[in-house]
């Protein structure tokens, strides 16, 4: 090819892109310019458009063949259930997972559900039926015909309506059974469908695909739904609890200590006052042998399945209210306000449906219940006898226990796994001065499972003089492991708030799986001390389960010793260790004998002395100028006199 031949090609490749009429007049420009023929250009550079036209033609037929082939190994690989999608454009987005779904099951011979794991919920789940899987029905194959006779397929999915009528008959469908939890979270409502049984009731995070479903006759029989709710199909689940082994435990309080500049003495004084910290910045400090009791209750673990459950009597003024605050401060779980709730609200109750399954079953890793005997109190107010509310409050039992169980009703059914730890606070019923005297209200199998604590007036004349202490807005950190430098967070002590949350919450998690190295001696030693103090009917009550409460409150007071005061790795039970609960029992023990009521004379008037009135003084007038003159004048007349 000559160099003009090619400098006439190069001219014309220039006009490929140019419209027709501009593209004439420059060929023109270039026939003129290289002698050549316009026509012979003009056919010259069609046959370059058309070249490229193909060219063009090709690729997009070669791409959309590879797409294609791409999507039918995609189907290929699927199979006739649900087929979890990792694509990052349909995470999140049912309505776009849904269109791709439709669109390879017009190129499948097979039905197949795709989801996508994008979202996310946490809640405490609640199961609908622990003896069998529920089969709800994800994809129809509906067929009808049109007027000429040709058939017309339509996929129907989870959240479509379906009128066989109108869509035609049902040629097959895809269902799968799933584990159907109740799960809430932040306020709403979800039925969380689960190919795996989840192994407890505790709070979980649960990964998958969130579908609005309308309401439908099926699901409103078999979910007890109404209306429109929330499926949300779980690929899968995680319990929020995660617990360390033993052996980390101290190696992870040194770490905590290290980063943020603790030495053992302010690291001891502020795992000490944490569950007495108040939201407002004040520590409401008890007596130091019952702070170590509420410590030993929360690190203590579970013996023959089940934790200790705290009840606290006290008169009014004790501050009970502040205690359970300074736990929802950590926890975050909430308070029951019993004295304006019922008995139902704390057990399971069949009046709706799903049947809600009341307050101690909802708690996660503790039940904060403030009142209990106002509830009692209220509840034979009402019209029922106290036969009837003592037995509506032996369903505790069970449920202290730590049993899992079925209950049910007419309205239908609940399985029950309760995980939390109970601490109640109270002032006594109206009709009890003593603890014993409760046992009329609360059965005895109650009570037993239970650590009944009096305050002492001795106790409540500390709380009435303690002078609350301020926590401590900052904390000194270290700069880093280099300098060994301290810096100052006073102007925002938020941060370490948070972290010193999530070190206690996972300190209190891990110990809930595991018990101290408790010696026997000290346990039958301390057991013996009870039933020695003990009179009738408590010694009888705390004969049938003591030896488990003293077990697990060795376990706390241990726990305690080595976490937050010598960093022992041992756990095992020391002398210290039984001192301090023997003056805990020998404490709970003289509660048993306090009058909890409160005496008449704090409420007579006639008991405190009255100041004697004051005679009136009578008013001195204002007197003038000329007035004060004439009263002068009298006065020294009246002395000269």
Same mark, same amino acid.
């Given at each position: 090819m000559s160099e003009e031949l090619s400098d006439v090609q190069d001219e014309l490749k220039k006009l490929i892109d140019l419209p027709r009429e501009d593209q004439d007049i420059t060929i023109d420009d270039i026939a003129e310019k290289y002698n050549k023929n316009p026509k012979r250009l003009r056919e010259e550079l069609d046959i370059q458009i058309k070249g490229i036209r193909e060219s063009e033609e090709n690729r997009e037929t070669a791409k959309q063949l590879l797409l294609e082939q791409a999507s039918e190994e995609e189907i290929a690989s699927y199979k006739p259930t649900i087929n979890w999608a990792s694509d990052e454009y349909y995470k999140g987005s049912w309505k776009r997972m849904k269109n791709k779904n439709k669109a390879q099951l017009n190129k499948a011979d097979f039905l197949f559900q795709l989801f996508t794991a994008g979202e996310e919920i946490i809640g405490k789940p609640q199961i609908l039926d622990n003896d069998a899987m529920t089969s709800i029905t994800l994809?129809?194959?509906?067929?009808?015909?049109?007027?000429? &006779?040709?058939?017309?397929?339509?996929?129907?999915?989870? /959240?479509?309506?379906?009128?066989?009528? /109108?869509?035609?008959?049902?040629?097959?469908?895809?269902?799968?059974? @799933?584990?159907?939890?109740?799960?809430? $979270?932040?306020?709403?409502?979800?039925?969380?469908?689960?190919?795996?049984?989840?192994?407890?009731?505790?709070?979980?995070?649960?990964? &998958?695909?969130?579908?609005r479903v309308p309401h439908k006759k099926e699901f409103e029989k078999n979910l007890a739904c109404r209306g429109s709710s929330n499926f949300f199909f779980c690929k899968n689940a995680e319990s929020t609890i995660i617990a360390k082994p033993k052996e980390e435990l101290i190696p992870y309080a040194q770490a905590f200590m290290k980063r943020w500049g603790l030495d053992a003495i302010k690291y001891h004084e502020m795992m000490r006052d944490y569950i007495f910290t108040h939201e407002n910045g004040f520590i409401y400090n008890q007596p130091?042998?019952? =702070?170590?009791?509420?410590?030993?209750?929360?690190?203590?673990?579970?013996?023959?399945?089940?934790? =200790?459950?705290? #009840?606290?009597?006290?008169? @009014?003024? &004790?501050?009970?209210?502040?205690?359970?605050? $300074?736990?929802?401060?950590?926890?975050?779980? &909430?308070i029951l306000e019993a004295a304006n709730s019922t008995p139902k609200s704390l057990i399971p109750s069949f009046n709706s449906n799903p049947p809600d399954p009341g307050f101690l079953l909802k708690s996660n890793r503790v039940a904060l219940i403030d009142e209990l005997m106002k509830?009692? /109190?209220?509840?034979?107010?009402?019209?029922?006898?106290?036969? /009837?509310? !003592?037995?509506?409050?032996?369903?505790?039992?069970?449920?202290?226990?730590?049993?899992?169980?079925?209950?049910?009703?007419?309205?239908?059914?609940?399985y029950c796994i309760p995980t939390m730890k109970t601490v109640m606070m109270m002032n006594p019923s109206m009709k009890s001065k003593y603890i014993h005297q409760e046992l009329d209200v609360l059965d005895p199998s109650t009570m037993s499972r239970i650590v009944p604590f009096v305050k002492s007036e001795k106790h409540l004349e500390f709380i009435n003089s303690n002078v609350l !202490?301020?926590?401590?807005?900052?904390?000194?950190?270290?700069?880093?492991?280099? *300098?060994?430098?301290?810096?100052?967070? *006073?102007?925002?002590?938020?941060?370490?708030?948070?972290?010193?949350?999530? #070190?206690?919450?996972?300190?209190?998690?891990?110990?809930?799986? #595991?018990?101290?190295?408790a010696k026997q001696t000290f346990l039958d030693s301390l057991n013996n001390l009870v039933l020695t103090l003990a009179k009738n009917p408590m010694k009888t009550v705390w004969k049938r389960r003591g030896k488990h409460h003293i077990k697990l409150l060795l376990d706390g007071v241990t726990k305690y010793r080595c976490l937050f005061k010598e960093l022992d790795p041992t756990f095992e039970s020391t002398q210290e260790d039984y001192d301090i609960c023997e003056r805990i029992l020998v404490e709970m023990v003289n509660g048993w004998s306090v009058d909890m009521t409160i005496h008449n004379d704090e409420f007579d008037y006639n008991s405190t002395p009255t100041p004697a009135p004051q005679p009136l003084s009578t008013p001195t007038p204002l007197l003038t100028k000329e007035k004060k003159e004439k009263q002068q004048s009298f006065n020294e007349v009246v002395e000269k006199q």
């Amino acid at each position: 090819m000559s160099e003009e031949l090619s400098d006439v090609q190069d001219e014309l490749k220039k006009l490929i892109d140019l419209p027709r009429e501009d593209q004439d007049i420059t060929i023109d420009d270039i026939a003129e310019k290289y002698n050549k023929n316009p026509k012979r250009l003009r056919e010259e550079l069609d046959i370059q458009i058309k070249g490229i036209r193909e060219s063009e033609e090709n690729r997009e037929t070669a791409k959309q063949l590879l797409l294609e082939q791409a999507s039918e190994e995609e189907i290929a690989s699927y199979k006739p259930t649900i087929n979890w999608a990792s694509d990052e454009y349909y995470k999140g987005s049912w309505k776009r997972m849904k269109n791709k779904n439709k669109a390879q099951l017009n190129k499948a011979d097979f039905l197949f559900q795709l989801f996508t794991a994008g979202e996310e919920i946490i809640g405490k789940p609640q199961i609908l039926d622990n003896d069998a899987m529920t089969s709800i029905t994800l994809i129809s194959e509906a067929v009808k015909k049109d007027k000429e &006779g040709n058939e017309i397929i339509a996929y129907k999915f989870i /959240d479509d309506t379906y009128n066989k009528r /109108d869509d035609g008959y049902e040629k097959s469908v895809l269902e799968e059974s @799933f584990w159907i939890y109740n799960v809430t $979270c932040e306020g709403t409502r979800y039925i969380v469908l689960a190919k795996k049984k989840l192994e407890n009731h505790e709070v979980h995070r649960f990964n &998958g695909m969130n579908i609005r479903v309308p309401h439908k006759k099926e699901f409103e029989k078999n979910l007890a739904c109404r209306g429109s709710s929330n499926f949300f199909f779980c690929k899968n689940a995680e319990s929020t609890i995660i617990a360390k082994p033993k052996e980390e435990l101290i190696p992870y309080a040194q770490a905590f200590m290290k980063r943020w500049g603790l030495d053992a003495i302010k690291y001891h004084e502020m795992m000490r006052d944490y569950i007495f910290t108040h939201e407002n910045g004040f520590i409401y400090n008890q007596p130091e042998d019952y =702070m170590m009791l509420r410590h030993a209750q929360l690190l203590s673990g579970k013996d023959e399945g089940y934790p =200790m459950h705290l #009840f606290v009597w006290s008169s @009014f003024g &004790g501050g009970k209210t502040q205690e359970l605050e $300074c736990l929802d401060n950590i926890f975050h779980e &909430g308070i029951l306000e019993a004295a304006n709730s019922t008995p139902k609200s704390l057990i399971p109750s069949f009046n709706s449906n799903p049947p809600d399954p009341g307050f101690l079953l909802k708690s996660n890793r503790v039940a904060l219940i403030d009142e209990l005997m106002k509830m009692i /109190d209220n509840a034979v107010n009402n019209s029922r006898g106290m036969a /009837d509310v !003592k037995n509506q409050l032996s369903n505790l039992n069970f449920i202290f226990e730590h049993r899992k169980r079925n209950a049910n009703s007419g309205n239908g059914g609940i399985y029950c796994i309760p995980t939390m730890k109970t601490v109640m606070m109270m002032n006594p019923s109206m009709k009890s001065k003593y603890i014993h005297q409760e046992l009329d209200v609360l059965d005895p199998s109650t009570m037993s499972r239970i650590v009944p604590f009096v305050k002492s007036e001795k106790h409540l004349e500390f709380i009435n003089s303690n002078v609350l !202490k301020k926590c401590a807005k900052g904390v000194g950190l270290y700069d880093g492991e280099s *300098t060994g430098k301290t810096k100052s967070i *006073t102007s925002n002590p938020y941060p370490f708030a948070h972290f010193l949350n999530e #070190f206690y919450v996972t300190i209190y998690d891990s110990c809930q799986h #595991f018990l101290s190295n408790a010696k026997q001696t000290f346990l039958d030693s301390l057991n013996n001390l009870v039933l020695t103090l003990a009179k009738n009917p408590m010694k009888t009550v705390w004969k049938r389960r003591g030896k488990h409460h003293i077990k697990l409150l060795l376990d706390g007071v241990t726990k305690y010793r080595c976490l937050f005061k010598e960093l022992d790795p041992t756990f095992e039970s020391t002398q210290e260790d039984y001192d301090i609960c023997e003056r805990i029992l020998v404490e709970m023990v003289n509660g048993w004998s306090v009058d909890m009521t409160i005496h008449n004379d704090e409420f007579d008037y006639n008991s405190t002395p009255t100041p004697a009135p004051q005679p009136l003084s009578t008013p001195t007038p204002l007197l003038t100028k000329e007035k004060k003159e004439k009263q002068q004048s009298f006065n020294e007349v009246v002395e000269k006199q």
